[in-house]
């Protein structure tokens, strides 16, 4: 039996694990697919936000306030790409301005720092490609962009450094309450843990409604996203966000830390909570809603679609707390839950703390390094490396100029990739404008050396999504 195990690998769970590495004691971390950052976290906007939207009172406005404080000196601490590049909520229509400043009365009351109404002269002076028809914006100097699989590997690999275990292709089917804790029945056997900590997503009420008989019911809340090439990188500064009124709910358009624009989402409630496939109507509503608050966006420069899932519960409320004893909820962490990610972190751990009267380990070493990229070093430095390590001067994605050296570096880590996603993720071969198209043979064949299993083995995704079926040859 071990002290605690944490069911789900995404940004909420790994930032628990991480939070708990710092005590002394024995930590599992599972998740029912193939790696970390593989549900709600891969796909949503990657921003941290300012802390102005959520119901003043409510433990989504305050966790979402303290995560923002606490992000920039976290991804300092985990070697992280973040940058405080400040949020827009624009309006649109002056008979929308109650709302503006309804908006900004609650940031005020939530304690967001630098909040302030900007009208439409400054406005353009911030950002030229802003609509013709704003009028003014709330302005949120603390809001912010940041990598979402980086901050979740980095938090994963800082808590294997202290100690933390993870276990992969673990679906829960069940949980028993037994004497001294929980027995998890996974479809990789039985686990047995003295506390459980629920972080399992869109499938958090599934968990929670085998303990409690509170019912929970989570509605997955499908995004779909446009991503445009680094070509569009600078088209806007801000993260810029459109304040509902007399034309809907928009979209945000906002860059991102590698350089992209992203340009999102929808909010569409669905039944299937594995739905993350887009849709046309849902592609066509972000085409359309995106040119209202920025104008010249060139959606041509699209080198990708996807679609992610928020864990919406119909409260709109973070549940964190012992629903059973020793059995704690990190459930409906929809949006702001990567803002929030930090302080959730600490509140999830504070509890178990107390349930378990867990002791500080003097052991714990809260940095981490990422992935070494060749192109941030000086020349002579990085002639140094691939003279030294021939691996980086072999470029791999000519996209992203991703050399083999940072792709076996992922793979080695702990834990460390095992798919051509698992790959694409932690170093961005893939995520250029070919999309893969020139690399993922390339990447596939490094995989299978490192992993040592045969090319037919390795996947996209996890489970049974394999690339080959075969050698041509072998078949004659």
């Not at 968990?207 to 446009?226: A, K």
């Not at 959606?299 to 928020?310: D, H």
């Not at 107390?354 to 990422?370: A, E, H, M, N, S």
């Amino acid at each position: 039996m071990v002290d605690i195990i944490v069911i789900g690998a995404g940004v909420s769970g790994c930032a628990v694990a991480r939070e708990l590495s710092r005590k002394k004691a024995n930590v599992l971390v599972i998740d029912r697919d193939e790696d970390v950052c593989c549900g709600t976290t891969k796909a949503n906007s990657a921003i941290v936000h300012a802390g102005y939207d959520a119901a003043n009172g409510s433990l989504m406005a305050k966790l979402n306030v303290q995560g923002s404080e606490m992000m920039e000196q976290l991804a300092k601490d985990l070697d992280v790409h973040y940058k405080r590049n400040g949020s827009l909520v624009v309006m649109l229509a002056e008979e929308d301005r109650p709302n503006l400043i309804k908006l900004y009365e609650n940031g005020v009351a939530n304690g967001v720092k630098g909040l302030r109404i900007v009208e439409r002269e400054e406005l353009v002076q911030m950002e030229p490609n802003i609509s013709d028809e704003a009028v003014a914006a709330l302005y949120a100097p603390t809001g912010a962009i940041i990598c979402p699989f980086g901050l979740t590997y980095a938090l994963a690999e800082n808590a294997a450094a202290n100690g933390v275990k993870f276990q992969f292709d673990s679906e829960v089917t069940d949980i028993q309450k037994i004497d001294g804790g929980w027995k998890v029945v996974t479809t990789k056997g039985d686990l047995e843990a003295k506390v459980v900590v629920n972080a399992a997503g869109v499938y958090a009420d599934k968990l929670h409604n085998l303990v409690s008989d509170d019912t929970m019911t989570i509605i997955p809340r499908r995004g779909d996203y446009f991503l445009l090439d680094r070509t569009t990188g600078g088209h806007v500064t801000s993260t810029i966000f459109q304040l509902p009124g007399k034309y809907g709910k928009g979209v945000l358009v906002a860059p991102t830390v590698h350089g992209n624009t992203i340009v999102g989402p929808t909010a569409i409630d669905i039944e299937d909570k594995d739905g993350v496939n887009t849709t046309r109507a849902g592609l066509e509503e972000v085409r359309t809603k995106c040119g209202k608050a920025v104008k010249n966006l060139n959606l041509r420069e699209t080198i990708t679609s996807f679609a992610g899932l928020r864990a919406h519960e119909k409260r709109h409320e973070f549940f964190i707390g012992e629903v059973a004893p020793g059995f704690v909820d990190c459930a409906g962490i929809e949006s702001p839950g990567l803002s929030s990610a930090p302080a959730i972190g600490v509140v999830v751990a504070d509890i178990v703390t107390g349930i378990l009267d867990l002791q500080d380990d003097p052991t714990f070493v809260g940095t981490r390094k990422g992935i070494l990229d060749p192109k941030t070093l000086p020349f002579e430095e990085r002639s140094a490396l691939v003279k030294e390590n021939p691996a980086y001067g072999t470029v791999i994605c000519r996209c992203e100029t991703v050399t083999e050296g940072e792709i076996i570096d992922a793979i080695r880590r702990v834990p460390g990739a095992k798919s051509i996603d698992g790959v694409k993720r932690r170093t961005r071969a893939g995520m250029g404008r070919c999309q893969g198209g020139f690399c993922s043979p390339r990447v596939l064949e490094i995989l299978s050396r490192e992993l040592g299993v045969p090319m037919s083995e390795i996947t996209k995704a996890g489970g049974n999504s394999k690339i080959i079926v075969g050698i041509n040859k072998d078949s004659f």
